[in-house]
């Protein structure tokens, strides 16, 4: 069974620009997050999909943040413009029904350096 | 509000002696709990997870967990650690019957000596 694949593995940028992020669920979960990982923290939750409609949004930052879930499949994760402190490790993980107890698979993560 | 403590930032262990990795929460209601392994440029890795039932859970590579309600606490163990067990390690909670919004730790580092 492949994993959750993510887009690019890394990615420096200087502040005020834009980027974007890219996640491929594994086949089949309907629920897929997308957190953000600043060094020496615990992963927090960004935007939480079912499918394509958003469980939970309420810590991303939506002045500068958007995400969608194409078909309830892909998603994208865009920060624009960039600041300093979105310097961190994206990254996107997949369940497979929400609303259990269920495990989450992580994938390896986007290393966003903003200069 | 939901809240996970992890009060270590690093445990040290020889290889062979058993581990601990201590974990605390703070939920409405009775919570989903789960532990998490990150290795070095990946991603997080599901090691066990306590939702009802048994008090003891076992998981992956050996290890296990106790849920103790009446300390709130789901402190992470191993009998035996290896060396290859190095990493760092995310507790994490959820809120049950409803709950949908996964809070993790500060996470641990867990470094074991040879």
């Known amino acids: 069974e492949a994993g959750v694949a993510q887009s690019p593995r890394y990615k420096i940028i200087e502040k005020r620009q834009s980027v974007a992020f890219w996640c491929n669920p594994i086949?089949?979960?309907?629920?897929l997050y997308w957190y953000q990982q600043i060094l020496g923290q615990g992963p927090k939750l960004l935007i939480q999909?079912?499918?394509?409609?958003?469980?939970?949004d309420s810590q991303l930052p939506k002045d500068r943040f958007s995400a969608e879930r194409l078909k309830g499949v892909d998603s994208t994760l865009k920060i624009q413009p960039a600041k300093l402190e979105d310097s961190a490790v994206y990254l996107c993980?997949?369940?497979?029904?929400?609303?259990?107890?269920?495990?989450?698979?992580f994938g390896p993560g986007t290393r966003l350096t903003v200069l | 509000a939901q809240s996970v403590a992890q009060p270590e930032d690093q445990v040290n262990v020889a290889e062979g002696n058993p581990l601990t990795v201590k974990c605390t929460y703070s939920?409405?209601?009775?919570?989903?709990l789960f532990w998490y392994v990150q290795y070095p440029n990946r991603g997080l890795q599901f090691l066990l997870k306590?939702?009802?039932?048994?008090?003891l859970v076992k998981g992956s590579y050996g290890f296990e967990a106790e849920f103790n309600k009446s300390q709130t606490s789901f402190h992470l163990k191993k009998p035996s650690a290896l060396v290859s067990d190095s990493a760092l390690y995310f507790c994490?909670?959820?809120?049950?019957?409803?709950?949908?919004?996964?809070?993790f730790g500060a996470g641990t580092r867990l470094f074991v000596k040879a």
């Open positions: 993980a997949s369940s497979l029904v929400v609303g259990e107890p269920d495990t989450q698979y």
């Open positions: 086949s089949g979960h309907a629920t």
């Open positions: 999909f079912q499918n394509n409609g958003v469980v939970d």
């Open positions: 939920v409405s209601g009775n919570p989903y």
């Open positions: 306590y939702i009802t039932g048994d008090n």
């Open positions: 994490a909670v959820r809120r049950g019957l409803g709950g949908f919004k996964t809070i």
